[in-house]
């Protein structure tokens, strides 16, 4: 186990390496800081030495490494548009992606386990049919789309609830949270919804088919035929191994959820990360860029990470590293 | 080639696709839309590209069987002036070559890698799933917006509207390689221990020739069933990044980009800039998918068993 787990980590520190690299790279090409110091006015004799003053001149690989000490103490630049620290910038806005990721994910739990077993227990009733077909439309139809009509039938034609922003929200240990008053919660609702529409039709899907191969297998048939009660079968013995194929596919996930954070804030204007992030990429703000690749980067890495070592913790069967014959 | 075609005539895939409903509606769906879309220049009444015939008079006209409607306009006009069908069918156009194009790519990219990685094994085949392991893991979209942000913001918006089709077919069709890389990889492994595998290399025939002539014909039917698939979300990604203002220009707009522009007026209740593409784009991609669904039921010889 110890073993598997400094694969594991070292895997991600390459990882985060590469990230970072690619970065920094883009920070090199990605228009000229001087310009964003200094005016017209200043002659080229002047940039040239304030150039190597700032050590704009180094070689690539002294100034990556200069890079990397920066960035490991959690200096990234400041944004030029907010003139404040691009990793403050960008983790004040991270409650606000995090509970959005936070209230789809609890949709997606919530309804795709007991929709996807009883569609695999029931094969053949009208409601998994339904389901079925619900679901392939589901899969069909963008994030964005399902934020516009949600938008257009609840906000504008219904008016029940509010098609944008993230309402009222409360300090908490130094960080905004809409989830403990009603305003805010009443905000999360649409974008949730929208958030969780393409990944709940396929767990559902995935549940259902890894529950029915699951059903079909000789120690399921065994505890039938010892007579055991049939929903000790389905929720205990069946469902248990149906869970493993379903966490791989959950951590594959997280990376496309938080893609698609990016097109449920821009519909709802949700001042969150990936908005933020648009917004960067318009005004050209390359240290918020390269702020929000990293922090993302990072997020991905670690979740990735944890979600193998639970994999490896839950499969007796999973081969760790230096356990093989 | 009439041996192949009493061949396929005698095939239990087309049996199993003319005794299914649904599936013949949706080739048909499928079929009627890639014609009319790729026959375009023909049969639109207008022609979005051109600017002469785009008067900005004309413009947020609502359908024909609404009170304000024109005639001359079917489905109503945009903010520009631009018909809606006319441009619908352009924009259709646009997306399925961008879904088509950039699936060859992930093919091409993902069978090579793929056959590599199964066929020789080891160190090459471990850094070869590794690699797509951690890119998958960063999803497409993620790694296309990313890339296309970076572009558009080094290039400038003009450049990068000339290069947009060309940069949305490279971006996802290089990102999803995994996809065809796993499966051609997981079917290669399947392969290698068969008896003809044996055969052929007891026979001396070389590396290429197995892998290429022998191997890969069996690896088809997993392939063509992600393709599908693969079109669908391809199609589903470019709309995507096109929403985002990543993907296709406004003035050449795929459906994506029309949806987008059509965003900023639902709020002013011309519906119809938005609806209209967005019902064409979930057609499209459900069709796609439909079809999928019933590809994979009827190739997957796992499912044979009930």
Known sequence: ?325 | MSRYWTLFMGSAFLYRFLRDKVVIVSFSMLLLLVVISFSAPLIAPFDPYDPTQIDIMDSDVPPVWQADGDARFILGTDAQGRDMWSTMLYGTRISVTIGLFAVLLQSILGIALGLAAGYFGGRLDSFLMRLADIQLSFSTLMVAIVVLAIFQASFGTELYNDLAIFMLIMVIGIAEWPQYARTVRASVLAEKKKEYVDAVRVIGLSRRRIMFRHILPNTLSPILVISTVQVANAIMSEAALSFLGLGMPVNQPSLGSLINSGFEYILSGSWWITTFPALLLIMLVLVINLLGDWMRDVLNPKLYKD
């Not at chain 1, 073993?3 to 970072?20: C, E, K, P, Y």
């Not at chain 1, 529409?197 to 039938?224: G, H, K, N, T």
């Not at chain 1, 698609?260 to 990429?281: D, H, K, N, R």
């Open chain 1, 1 to 325: 186990m110890i073993a598997f787990l400094i694969r594991r980590l070292g895997q991600a520190l390459v990882v985060m390496l590469i990230i970072s690299l690619l970065s920094f790279s883009i920070q090199d090409n990605l228009g000229d800081p001087l310009r964003e110091l200094v005016g017209q006015s200043v002659s080229e004799a002047e940039r040239q030495a304030l150039r190597d003053t700032m050590g704009l001149n180094d070689p690539f690989a002294v100034q990556y490494w200069r890079f990397l000490k920066k960035a490991l103490r959690g200096d990234l630049g400041d944004s030029y548009f907010f003139k404040k620290p691009a990793l403050e910038v960008i983790l004040e806005k991270l409650p606000a992606t995090l509970e959005l990721v936070f209230g789809a994910t609890l949709i997606i739990l919530f309804l795709s386990f007991p929709i996807g077993v009883y569609c695999a227990i029931n094969p053949r009733s009208w409601f998994t049919k339904v389901m079925m077909g619900l679901s392939i439309v589901g899969i069909s139809i963008p994030v964005f789309l399902t934020a516009i009509m949600l938008i257009y039938l609840f906000s504008i034609q219904l008016g029940w609830l509010p098609s944008f922003g993230r309402g009222a929200t409360t300090m908490i240990w130094g960080y905004e949270t809409g989830l403990l008053t009603v305003d805010g919660l009443r905000h999360l609702i649409l974008p949730s919804i929208a958030l969780s529409s393409i990944m709940l039709p396929l767990f559902i899907r995935l549940i259902r088919s890894e529950m029915m191969e699951v059903l079909e297998q000789d120690y399921i048939r065994f505890a039938w035929a010892k007579g055991l009660n049939r929903h000790r079968i389905w929720f205990l013995h069946a469902l248990k191994n149906t869970l493993l194929p379903v966490i791989t596919v959950g951590g594959v996930q997280i990376g496309t959820m938080i893609a698609y954070t990016i097109l449920t804030e821009t519909v709802f204007q949700w001042p969150g990360m990936g908005f933020l992030f648009l917004e960067a990429v318009n005004r050209v703000d390359t240290p918020l860029i390269i702020a929000y690749l990293i922090v993302v980067g990072l997020i991905f890495v670690v979740t990735n990470t944890l979600v193998d070592l639970i994999y490896g913790a839950v499969n007796p069967t999973v081969k760790l590293a230096g356990r093989q014959a």
